[in-house]
């Protein structure tokens, strides 16, 4: 950065390197600017600065500023430091940027970012040196927010994958056992034995799928788990969770329901994680189910909303009032009421499908009546490609 002087100086006495009044920026000039504003000559002698570098850093009346030297407002130590830099930049020419740490003169200390040019006469000949503090104690704040943020989320990360191993270990132990007695590796089992066995090995799976997701939430923001998003059907994605809950729904005597198809989705896909997307459908399919009563019934629709699919599960429980449901919706939250919304601590289950909807751009809405039931719909961008729904992996 280098700078002509072609304006007329608003005062002050003639630069000692060689150079006239009229070689300095104008008061007018320099007050314009927002920043702290300041002119050295070759003698690193202040000749020009506006209110900002005057009152606010050095604490003085500008007219007191022009004419000395930096180390007549700080330590000697610390205008050393700033000097040196502008002897190097002197005599190297070119533009200088560094941040220095300073202390304001109301007290406050921060962290500015100095960005300093020669200054040249109209003849091309150095008069001397044109700063500009502009002040990133905000910045470094951030960026130290951020890091902190950082190390966080990794320790999380840690934790979720040593969580992950110590539940699947004993977990994978359960199974195995019940998966041999059901075989009757141990012994002859009776038919509702094995019953009760399946249920073992079904619930084991489902928790397995479970903690798979929760690590699939914690690491959303990984780049290299983005192979994971595939081109799905939306009909087709309703269709296969009916079928995954179909044996729940036969044992609690509760209808299951496709809705008819919506003609304008037919050429349209959504780009999700499939397997977030199976346990998004599936964990509303299992709750609805679960707490409707015995010749209630539970339905699943997908349909065009604008830029969005939207996928809705529906129940025929007794449904709750709105500010229940706004709070059912807050982390592990875990209240009274019917339907979906009646599962054991609901909050935690719909706060990883709403976590899931959001890591792929969707959202989760609830609306219950009293005494008519309960709609979850969970929307998701849809992909408007006529490709035929080819599949990336």
């Not at 509760?254 to 809705?259: F, K």
């Not at 896909?269 to 399919?285: E, F, Y």
């Not at 289950?349 to 005494?371: E, N």
């Amino acid at each position: 950065m280098e700078v002509a002087g072609t304006t007329t100086a608003g005062g002050g006495e003639a630069g000692r390197g060689g150079a006239g009044s009229g070689d300095w920026p104008s008061d007018m000039v320099l007050e314009a600017i927002a920043d702290p504003v300041f002119i050295k000559d070759t003698d690193l002698v202040y000749r020009a600065c506006n209110a900002q570098f005057a009152e606010v850093v050095l604490g003085r009346e500008r007219d007191a500023v022009i004419g000395r030297r930096t180390a007549a407002f700080m330590g000697t130590w610390i205008a050393e430091v700033h000097e040196s830099r502008d002897r190097a930049l002197l005599l190297d020419g070119g533009a200088q940027t560094y941040e220095a740490d300073i202390r304001y003169a109301s007290g406050a200390r921060g962290r500015a970012r100095f960005v300093k040019g020669l200054l040249r006469d109209r003849a091309g000949a150095v008069i001397g040196i044109l700063g500009v503090m502009h002040d990133v104690s905000h910045e470094v704040e951030l960026n130290r927010a951020r890091a902190r943020a950082e190390q966080a989320n990794a320790a999380k990360d840690r934790f979720l994958v040593n969580m992950s191993h110590q539940v699947r270990t004993p977990l994978n132990t359960m199974l195995g056992y019940a998966e041999a007695l059901s075989l009757g590796m141990v012994g002859d089992v009776t038919a509702r034995q094995r019953e009760h066995l399946e249920s073992i090995q079904r619930a084991g799976r489902q928790l397995e799928e479970v903690l798979t997701v929760v690590l699939d939430v914690a690491h959303q923001g990984d780049p290299s788990r983005r192979e994971t998003v595939t081109a799905l059907v939306p009909d087709e994605v309703c269709a296969q969770a009916l079928r995954q809950v179909l044996p729940e729904a036969e044992k609690a005597g509760v209808a299951l329901v496709m809705e008819e198809s919506d003609p304008l989705l037919a050429e349209h896909r959504v780009w999700v994680d499939a397997r977030a997307m199976r346990h998004i459908l599936r964990s509303l399919l299992a709750s609805a189910i679960a707490f409707t009563r015995s010749g209630g019934r539970v339905s699943v629709s997908a349909r065009l909303d604008r830029d969005r699919v939207a996928f809705r599960v529906s129940d025929s429980g007794g449904g709750l009032a709105g500010d229940h449901v706004r709070a059912i919706l807050d982390r592990g939250h875990a209240g009274a009421g019917s339907g979906m919304l009646e599962t054991p601590a609901p909050g935690v289950g719909l706060t990883i499908v709403k976590t899931l909807a959001a890591a792929m751009g969707g959202s989760l809405d609830l609306d219950s009546v009293p005494g008519r039931g309960t709609t979850a719909t969970v929307c998701l961008p849809v992909d408007r490609r006529r490709d035929g729904g080819r599949r990336r992996s």
